[in-house]
């Protein structure tokens, strides 16, 4: 490697022959295969949902006590009281360093540009003449956030959710995160809290803490929409969620990643990114897509080498496994299988980035260029890291701001607006067979003829 580059000598890639990661490599696969080769690491939810099932139902049916018996089981520990207290908050802030204080409101100012930057103004026209029609946003009231902790306790995900909602008005922000052993939250996530406008913090996870904000307990506010990762045990009391009456940020799944490089590219950078989201978990899913056989060679080996050094090896090893690096013939087939197979994040090293831009169809995010890592995104760039997985970019968006809003529409119509629009409202009733609609305009147009 040229020292200071990150740039591989070719000529001295055969040192690194012993290859000790099996890499899953695909050469110009057929259009007729894509949809087997890019399948997803999923997992059958069928016994999962029996025990969600079970939990919402004792949640619903008993709050808290629920609550209490499912963190001793999940959590291992019992507590007197799952809200977050000051003195704890004040003990958190003290515990979290200067530096990563500083990182933390760097990322949210950032944040906080980027969505200010969404709002929109009320939209009216005149339709008809006399015929006025407006449409305007309004906060969701309450919201539910969801924080996972564990071994990456993820605060950075409070940024990516708590701004946004602070921004658009939302009077409730409960947020849940399973305590420790000890019954405490990850400092660094009460700290992000605190600074972005939560009103309410619950040491509360997993399933039984997705049930809470569904149905509300003594302890846990019901909530309107829930938004947050998790396992797939979350994951799919998410989707749970929605059948009593409560929205969803999107349908949720492992992480992902897929990067299309040619020679431009910087093989031990594309390497870094990969890796970046193979160490998330197990069933996350990387994928690189290369014109470049070269390319290739040298990102499979600069994987062996970064992987060894790192302290999730297990976990990124193990996530490889789900991998693919597919060669393919030409950059068109390249954007064809990428909006066939929908990434969550997407980034382009390529010298035709604009091709690949202007082309993207399905993707949550998309990052361009060398010096531009998936990771800027997960935390400080501004754009939201909540992105839809599992495909279903197709036919979702990311976290934006709008998702803490509803878009409600107004009318007004004067004595000339329903002359003018009168007769058709009354035919198109009348044709459908509902008489009280065109009723409700008879009468009107009927009390304003001239006698």
Known sequence: MFEGTGIWDFEKLEFYNQI??????????KP????EILKRPTKTIDDIEVTVKEIFKEVQKKGDEAIAKYTSIFDGISLDNYEVSNEEIQEAISLVSTELKEAIQLAKDNICKFHTAQKTERITTETTEGVKCWQEKRPIQKIGLY????????????????????????KE???CSPPDKKGKINPAILYAATLCGVTKIVKVGGIQAIAGMTFGTASIPKVYK????????VTVAKQLATQFGVAIDMPAGPSELLIVADNTAVPAFVASDLLSQAEHGTDSQVILVSTSKKLIDAVEKEIQIQIEALPRKAIAK?????????????????????????????IICSEYDDFYCNGVLNAGSVF???????????????????LPTNGYAKNYSGVNLDSFMKSMTFQKISEKGIQNIGKAIELMAQAEGLQAHKNAVTLRLESLKIE
């Open 32 to 35: 007729e295969t894509w949809s």
């Open 226 to 233: 829930i938004f947050g990762p998790g396992n797939q045990f």
């Open 318 to 346: 193990k996530a490889i496994e789900n991998s693919k690096l597919i060669l393919v013939e030409n950059d068109k087939i390249a954007l064809d299988l990428i909006n066939d197979y929908g990434p969550e994040h997407f």
């Open 147 to 170: 924080i996972p902790g564990g071994t990456a306790p993820l605060f950075s995900t409070v940024l990516m959710l708590a701004v946004p909602a602070e921004i658009a008005g939302c």
């Open 368 to 386: 361009i260029g060398n010096y531009t890592p998936e990771s800027a995104g997960d935390y400080a760039s501004g754009t939201n890291h909540t």
């Open 20 to 29: 000790i990661i099996q890499m899953n490599r695909i050469d110009n696969p």
């Open 173 to 175: 922000i409960v947020l």
